[in-house]
């Protein structure tokens, strides 16, 4: 298995500003609509009241177990995105009820505090106790980041140093571990802004304890006198807790779950070098990657477990693709690229990001899907909320965050993981510089960066070459670099001493590509995808005239590409010549012995994040394969 | 609206003697394995142990709403196949607890009995109790038929006479129908034994007040203290009570119930000389037939309702298509033909019979499926029995009944749908005929008919000539008969005085043929089905050498067929050149930007019916087109 490089850091979300044509508006409404909407709906359910802890049996609506994380989540985005009185009024008002609600012990868990007080920490199987417990240290990590106010942070602090007197390998301790994973990967990021290595060391013992045999989860059953066989979901797979993580070489369970996972396996690997748990995430992504991903960064096909099924079982009209995934597939590649500067992570954190995790959110920010189907016969919509209301928040937090996807630095180089009009503050080789970049991306393949500095500044710079890019130049000042002979997994490394503004000229060339599926994707089968640059497109029914099974693209059409402004907040659509099935002879007829025959037509394909923004109807992403 | 024919009269089961290469061997299984199988399962399941009515709260098992129908239809079946001393043992010894079961006032049902004693006819909605009565009758007349017994005939009737006291528009009577139908084709069954009027009139009353307003169910869960909203289906086009049944024109709802009700319409459009009934059948069936149906006479594709979903929506891998919808959509063709003897009719009765009904029961009788999907990654398999067990029994029933559905005679004519080797006494315009049928159908299409007789008669025969059929040649005596130009609705018509032992030969092409589906149809888009006479193909994984998905079958490829008596109990199989993909260059990938390549190689396919009867393995009926 591959050593990690020299690690590197996230430059981080504080310190990059992002003004960028195509980003700048879906941020914009998140932090004008979106948070907002959240808020007014966390208040109208109830989540919000849920805090002041004075529920008593018989009251409706009662507390659900998942609800701390969905205000958690909220707070979260909410504090990347202060910026209006209203919304830190909102926040200030929440963190004091959050904070009081903790009980004299440290424990902050609203359910478990007035439903369930005899509960506690029972079943860590079933119930999300941990789960709310790492998206309040997130929301608390993020606020203080924000804000530099520690009164969060410091309940979290003390939440934490309670659960850590509770659960451990020490005698007298609970030998558990979440059946939702969150809390480790929020322990390290409690322990990054603290310098508290317990946090670090229970966030470890969490990963290192799953898994094992005896089995906790099976045990804790058994002291609530159930069963273990009688689990709902029969597998610890269900959970990523059939192994013991190192031993763990297929993606499996629910699918949300296990990025959460291998996203704090990356985090562990990357602050305690270990090997072991680097050669299982490669193991793991490798296995996603290759097996078990939809082409649009969606990940887990069933609804049954949320979650993964059989390898090549990609199904379209019934994919699950829960929003929530693809934004915990940005999560873990994000925290590979930490560890090893891959363009290959890079390339799956944007499309996971342009095209599973963008459909989430409708254009106007106020409807989410929580499932995201490759196909629908038109009766998949978005919806404002949801009774399991993880994926609208989730969202919300990411896009606040999105700043520090960007670039990253290690001891010797800066490398750009994404393109997007942006400025960053930020240090590399000893030398602060102001990193501008500017491009139209995705809809166009150009991008100029420029430095500003103080002084000339020798060091590094790293720019990915997406995969999907098959014709990429740079230009240096002007004068043509040589890509082929500088580089480096992925990225072309450019080492010199940078003057302040030089200009850096990145050309990726955005065809209109075909994209097939491996022949033992059987949902796939004589199909084929469009995508230009990042962005998978799909063909959606308010811009065809025939249903869209009849539609097929012959490997001969050319497809062109232009930008539309008035559509869908202006998107580059991709048009061609295609035939389409008419249905003269099948009058009265379902079946008949002769074929179908074809005519000539055109398709209009649009960008998939965008689609069910207009009148309902059908859409597909596979289309049907011209012949060869 | 076509005007209903003379009515035509089917020549009942105990007339028609099957020794037909094809189908004597399944009709022995079913005597000899399936139905001894069935009543060791009712025994064991406590389901004959239940007409004791010694339940008491607290036993288990606990009777079930549904079990005196699985009894009933296992002694339906049984009583058909009277042959052996044990079977009528058994026989005699449920009919002895049924009838000691009954109670004062006529009722009869178990659960009804012991379980809940106050809830009788509360809840018609969603229990099952007029549909158990049903089934009791039709074993009751069943047996009558079979033995010339009156003891279980006796106790129905007096159920029936009880029901008819209950249920009515008079005043006093509840203004109730059953949930699921089945009672009302068994009272015409009923009243054709016994000649009692009352039992047509108390059908005719079901039908006719089915879907009124005020809405009976709606009223009977508010009398239940129930919201009628709260419906588990919410519309009561679950039970195609949505609307009278003279207004309806699209088949909705539980596939089965909907089956059942459309048989007793034509069962009443027949009795009744009902034309509205009939109108309206003919568009419940024309829209079936032209927007619902598979093509293997399966229907009702989505599990969560048993039933229909919207018009051109088949999917195949997760195609519900249960046995017993296919098995009632038998039922329901063959009313229709002695309605109107169009071979439309017979048509969709053979394909059914073929081919969804057959592929629910395995080869050896011994294992059952409940769904009949049209493609399978490997998982879907026959079981021995069902919690809900409602199709084993049915095709039970089926198999030993099949005589019935040969042959049809009205005052001038004698009409054959079916081609199987069989021996048939019936009367046709006033005279004793044996009618003698040889045949090595459906694998070859000769079929020679001889009648026997003592003088020479004047009838019409009548000889379906099949849809899927190009090619029919008919001598009579060895001389040629021009077909065309006596064809009556998909028959061909001679009428002669025949003699005895006149020789009748029809040859019915039998290549193997290409099937298309509407281009509407999204799941079947760009694929093909292969057929040969009535029987659907399928390509199984046991016969091929890569994943069925990667197969193409080219247009211009030559399809043959021949007798394989060595596998599956002998079938004829398909084989013919295709193509299929290859994994070149695909390791390590997902997707990519190239088509996969095409190399030559070969299918082999068997018939639908006989499809997981060796090892487990993939399988689709719907196969690549391999281009125009």
Redesign the interface.
Known sequence: MKQPGPAWTAVPWKAVSIDDPFWTPHLRINREHTLPQIYRICQETGRIDALRLNWKPGMEPVLHIFWDSDVAKWLEAASYSLATPALEAHVDEVISLIVAAQQPDGYLNTYFTVVEPTKRWTNLRDWHELYCAGHLIEAAVAHFQATGKRVLLDALCRYADYIDTVFGTEPGKRRGYPGHEEIELALVKLYRVTGEKRYLQLSQYFVNERGRQPHYFDSEARQRGEDPADFHHKTHEYSQAHLPVREQDKVVGHAVRAMYLYSAMADLAHELHDQSLFDAEQRLW?HL???R?Y?TGGLGPSRHNEGFT?DY?LPNE?AYAETCAAIGFVFWNHRMLQLDCNARYADMLECALYNGVLSGVSLDGQTFFYENPLAS?GTHHREPWFRVACCPPNIARLLASLGQYIYAVNERDLAVHLYMQSTAQLSVAGHEVTVRQETAYPWDGTITLRFDMDEPAMFGLRLRLPGWC?DARLTVNGEAFDLARHLEQGYVRVERVWQANERIELELAMPV??????????QD??L??LQRGPLVYCLEGADQNV????L?VP?TAELTSHFEPDILGGVTVIQGNALF???TG?A???????????QPGAITAIPYYAWDNRQAGEMRVWL??G??
């Open positions: 490798d990657c290759t097996t991903l082409i059989a079982d019934s016969p098959q590509e075909r994209r097939y599926a491996h022949p033992n994707v059987r089968a004589g084929v995808a249903p869209l099974q009849r097929v490997r099935e008419d249905d099948w009265g007829r379902l079946y008949r012995s002769w074929p179908t025959s074809l049907r394969d012949g060869s």
